[in-house]
């Protein structure tokens, strides 16, 4: 059961398709058009008390506002200049997109040497205030997914020797 702040799954689906056809239909996204389509939300303030439901509207007027502002700088622009911004755009975003790739292969590379070392506890510790810096960090798959475990201190490895010497 829900709390009463809380939306249901399958409220919350609805709400979100019916904000989908909102935005794509370019139609103004506001709770009474959203309460209007609902099929069990009957009235506009259903939506803006409810925080999440709330948060969910903004979120959709946001994107909207931008999809418009972005639309209007594409209006007063020639279509020349729109491909030519355009395949800029997309030639920047793959940059950024391999970057983001090696960001990410390099720091679970020091990661996994870190913990090799038996630092990776220190390191956690470290990041314990920025919590939302790790969470992300895992999002992106940064972050080594094996468990780590300390060698013990009279472990010791023996170097390797090289070739025998001939004895005369």
């Not at 069990?40 to 994107?63: G, W």
């Not at 418009?68 to 800029?88: C, K, P």
Request: charged content about 30%; overall charge positive.
């Amino acid at each position: 059961m829900t709390k009463p702040n809380e939306i249901a799954p399958s409220n919350n689906n609805e709400m979100r398709e019916i904000l989908e056809r909102l935005l794509a239909d370019d139609e103004d996204i506001t709770a009474r058009a959203v309460a209007r389509r609902h099929p069990s939300i009957n009235a506009a303030s259903s939506i803006t008390r409810s925080e999440p439901r709330s948060k969910l509207l903004a979120e959709y007027q946001q994107r909207q506002a931008e999809y418009r502002r972005w639309r209007a700088r594409v209006a007063r622009r020639s279509g020349a200049d729109t491909a030519t911004s355009l395949a800029d755009k997309n030639i920047q975003i793959a940059e950024l997109e391999s970057t983001v790739e090696l960001l990410t292969a390099s720091h679970l590379a020091m990661l996994r040497a870190v913990g090799e070392l038996g630092g990776f506890s220190k390191w956690a510790k470290f990041y314990e205030p920025y919590r939302e810096a790790r969470d992300k960090l895992a999002e992106l798959g940064a972050l080594p997914e094996a468990t780590v475990s300390t060698m013990s201190p009279d472990h010791h490895v023996k170097p390797a020797r090289g070739p025998a010497k001939k004895q005369r």
